[in-house]
């Protein structure tokens, strides 16, 4: 029930548009969950607010717009690949294996553990704004 209840609340934070200054230890348990649970179901879409740990950072991916792009392995074991992309946003320039990245975007499965992507504004002011959160810095 305390975990429905943390979940609602990032949920609530989120819909009104304010990024949560931390991730809690019970609220990444439950932002992990809500994480494995989209990937269990094979869902996509899904707007995400979790942190995790750098376990890989990888080259850009340079083709039509740049996204850096490095793993995340959360606190329940699964990992993701974040794709920021740097034509909209700031590039986390210090990023280092074993870092620890806060991040507010758009989950999509696949069988790897899936992928964080919408880690930005939209200049368009159509989508919910995400972001990502590395040593106090936020990249929108």
């Known amino acids: 029930m305390t975990k429905h209840l943390v979940a609602v609340g990032i949920a609530l934070l989120l819909l009104a548009g304010c990024a ?20 269990g179901e094979q869902r996509s879409g899904v707007q995400v607010t979790g942190a995790g740990i750098v376990t890989r950072v990888l080259t850009d991916d340079s083709e039509g717009s740049r996204h850096q792009r490095f793993i995340l392995t959360l606190g329940s074991g699964q990992t993701l690949l974040v794709t920021h992309n740097i034509d909209i946003a700031p590039r986390i320039t210090s990023i280092s294996i074993g870092d620890e990245v806060e ?32 040593n106090g810095l936020l990249y929108q």
Not at 24 to 36: L, M
Not at 103 to 108: D, I, L, S
């Open 20 to 39: 949560p200054s931390s991730i809690t230890e019970q609220g990444a348990a439950s932002a992990d969950q809500v994480i494995a649970n989209a990937y």
């Open 103 to 134: 991040f507010n975007g758009v989950y999509e499965w696949n069988d790897e553990g899936g992928v964080i992507h919408w880690t930005h504004h939209d200049p368009a002011g159509e989508h919910e704004a995400g972001w990502l959160r590395h």
